[in-house]
């Protein structure tokens, strides 16, 4: 499916959002809020598929919104930036991603979210989703960014804060702002601050909905801080923004890699520092895939013999991975014989 693109927004030096005209009337994209879209652009005879959160929301927005922001070296990103104009018509896939929420009319909850950077984007979709569609609920969003000029959605978000001012609540985590006044904290999150803000807005570590989405490093540490406080990571839902470095050490390792996709197999040999999704693409073997950095759940597959290393910061609830699901993208072979279900 193809859409058109109706208007590119600036939204801070290095970010952009692309707005589409949404189908046709007979073919519209259903999505949930903090769900991504598949872009799929061709450069150089070569179509590469990236993932990026709506930035809209389903309920009030007409049009889609997607959000992106510029990448060091970043081949996708860099081209969007560069080329891409309204009137072009861009391949997408269908919405996906389980970082998301379905409203509830009649639902009572303390939403409170954790962005960085970029990870704003699929927060402001859930957060204006709550706010219209959820009304007995309320969310504390608490945005990390290092400059107060790389705030993404700066404006709409304060509009947000008076509209809504009973149930919507913001604080601004800013490492360089000399001021460090109102809701906006100089420095970095940390274990301190995060508890004067809950202080300050009357909350205990209970049982609330979280969200984190943002740089691994970031979200490590917000991670830190709620363990610390009782909550355990399988009552919070995560969305990797920027995958970590990765660091693997089998490079002279060659392993005997099956895959096994929908009754059909494929034999690969795989190198301990090549990535299971790579060697396939390689090779022309067709396996799902679509951020290729650990930030979705499209290449979820099992492993049901050998071992695998699979890059910290990846979205996978951790009793999953212990029952063996891994994510192609970012495991690498671990043993000399490797057996994996699609």
């Known amino acids: 499916m193809k859409l058109l693109i109706k208007d590119i927004i600036k939204e801070t030096d290095d970010a952009v959002s692309i707005c589409f005209k949404n189908g046709n009337f007979f073919r519209k994209l259903k999505y949930k809020p903090g ?22 929301n389903p309920y009030t927005d007409k049009d889609l919104k997607i959000t992106i922001k510029r990448v060091e070296e970043g081949l996708i ?32 909850k303390q939403y409170v979210l954790f ?71 100089a420095g970095l ?3 301190d601050l995060v508890d004067a ?26 991670k830190e801080i709620l363990n610390a ?6 009552k919070i839902k995560l969305e990797v923004f920027k995958s970590p470095t990765i660091k693997v050490s089998g490079k002279n390792l060659l392993s005997e890699v099956t895959l096994k996709q929908d009754g059909k197999t494929h034999e690969l040999k795989v190198r301990g520092d090549q990535s299971i999704l790579q060697q396939a693409m390689s090779e022309n073997v067709v396996i799902p895939y679509s951020c290729r950095s650990g930030m979705c759940s499209t290449c979820k597959a099992q492993c049901v013999e050998g071992e695998v290393q699979m890059v910290e910061g990846h979205l996978l609830p ?25």
């Open 35 to 56: 769900q991504f879209l598949t872009i799929k652009i061709p450069i150089e005879g070569v179509k590469h598929n990236r993932a990026y959160s709506f930035s809209s």
């Open 77 to 108: 990103s860099n081209y969007v930036h560069d080329f891409l104009s309204a009137g072009d018509k861009i391949e997408v896939g269908l919405p996906a991603g389980t970082f998301c929420i379905e409203p509830e009319a009649k639902a009572k």
């Open 115 to 185: 962005a960085g950077g970029s990870g704003i984007t699929p927060m402001f979709s859930i957060v204006k989703s709550i706010l219209t569609q959820e009304t007995n609920s309320k969310v504390l969003l608490i945005y990390a960014n290092q400059s107060m000029d790389s705030i993404i959605f700066h404006d709409e978000i304060k509009a947000l804060e008076v509209a809504y001012s009973e149930k919507f609540s913001v604080e601004h985590i800013i490492s360089f702002n000399p001021q460090g006044e109102n809701n906006y904290h």
């Open 189 to 191: 999150a940390t274990i």
């Open 197 to 222: 803000v809950f202080y300050k807005h009357d909350l205990k570590y209970e049982d609330h909905e979280y969200m984190i989405c943002g740089p691994s490093g970031y979200m490590e540490k917000i």
């Open 229 to 234: 406080n009782g909550v355990t990571r399988e």
């Open 318 to 342: 951790e009793s999953e991975v212990a029952s063996g699901a891994i994510l192609t993208c970012v495991s690498y072979p671990a043993s000399e014989k490797v057996v994996i279900e699609l």
